[in-house]
Nanobody, 114 residues
Framework: QAQFVESGGGLVQPGESLRLSCTAS????????MLWYRQAPGKEREFVAR????????NYADSVQGRFIVTRDNAKQMMFLQMNNLKPEDTAVYYC???????WGQGTQVTVSS
């Protein structure tokens, strides 16, 4: 069964950066696209970014385009989310999963506040 462990969250001020990590196991990592989602308090979980199995094709939500960068390391079965110029509206719990997977990790909290 696929498993995901997110890490790297924390409390930062507006304009600062964070790098999130996602460690995956239980499936052939390099065969699947990977996705980042986030859920803010009182809101539904929303799409943030997607990276294809090769790492060449990436898609982003409009709200993070130009600020966030998704990458992956297939040898280590890991995915990353570099978040730059963070804004208070980026505050949320961030989750990763594989495309077509119904399993979620525990998420990592990102709080952007002055």
């Amino acid at each position: 069964q696929a498993q995901f462990v997110e890490s790297g969250g924390g409390l930062v001020q507006p304009g600062e950066s964070l790098r999130l990590s996602c460690t995956a196991s239980g499936f052939i990592f390099g065969a699947f696209a990977m996705l980042w989602y986030r859920q803010a308090p009182g809101k539904e979980r929303e799409f943030v970014a997607r990276i294809d199995p090769t790492g060449r094709r990436k898609n982003y939500a409009d709200s993070v385009q130009g600020r966030f960068i998704v990458t992956r390391d297939n040898a280590k079965q890991m995915m990353f989310l570099q978040m730059n110029n963070l804004k208070p509206e980026d505050t949320a719990v961030y989750y990763c999963r594989a495309d077509k997977s119904t399993t979620w990790g525990q998420g990592t909290q990102v709080t952007v506040s002055s």
